[in-house]
């Protein structure tokens, strides 16, 4: 059974477009995030859920929304596609946490979006 | 702000061993290490939270200085399967505890 997982694994789409992201995991954690990874391969985080409330939220455009229906589940949409999100995108879960506690992270095998 | 990676890259022969460094500019509340290789996603190695602390994990071990706001992972005895790139991820002190800042990774390869 895969712990976390990602889709679609691969998304090519045009500019302008709207498309989204599902990613689901089974591993019972309360914390769920989105990674992008640009071609440089650095990696920054985009959002955090914790119970399906919103808890991180870095500086991402509003043209990114993420969804969470449940615990289990976190959905990435992204409106307007420019040319600059193409980037591979890794949803990641972790035991809940708090500003005391820190836990692994355990990864989606991700999703590489490609904006032409 | 971003911590630190050094080197960017390093290349090693089988049984060799290596050290990746990763330096913060903030007082910082922990340190996890993952490694991705190629294609995948980032995996787990280990999180240290307390200056001084050390840990391991096969051959691989870290160890986390707070009071110079850097962490070193070590690679003892290096196989083919050490391969790939190393990440640290930070937390400064104050922050959510799991919003972790990478660094920039660091390329490993393991020649035979």
């Known amino acids: 059974d895969t712990a976390v997982s990602q889709t679609p694994k691969y998304l090519v789409t045009q500019m302008g477009n709207d498309k989204s992201i599902k990613c689901e995991q089974n591993l019972g954690h309360d914390t769920m995030y989105w990674y992008k990874q640009d071609s440089k391969k650095f990696l920054k985080i985009m959002f955090s859920?914790?119970?399906?409330?919103?808890?991180i939220n870095e500086t991402v455009p509003n043209r990114f929304s993420p969804k969470s229906p449940d615990k289990a589940h976190l959905n990435l949409h992204i409106n307007s596609l420019e040319l600059g999100d193409s980037a591979v995108y890794f949803c990641?879960?972790?035991?809940?946490?708090?500003?005391?506690?820190?836990?692994?992270?355990?990864f989606g095998p991700g999703t590489r979006l490609t904006v032409t | 702000q971003q911590p630190v990676q050094s080197p960017q890259a390093v290349i090693l022969r089988e049984g060799e061993d290596a050290v990746i460094n990763c330096s913060s500019s903030?007082?910082?509340?922990?340190v996890h290490w993952y490694r991705q290789k190629h294609g995948e996603a980032p995996v787990f190695l280990m999180i240290l939270l307390k200056g001084g602390e050390q840990k391991g994990h096969d051959k691989i071990s870290a160890s986390f200085n707070e009071k110079k706001q850097q962490s070193s992972l070590y690679l003892t005895a290096s196989q083919l399967s050490y391969s790939g790139t190393y990440f640290c991820g930070t937390t400064p002190r104050g922050e959510y505890g799991n919003k972790l800042v990478f660094g920039a990774g660091t390329i490993l390869r393991v020649k035979s």
């Open positions: 903030k007082a910082l509340y922990s």
């Open positions: 859920y914790n119970n399906k409330e919103l808890i």
């Open positions: 990641a879960s972790s035991q809940e946490v708090s500003a005391s506690r820190t836990y692994e992270q355990y």
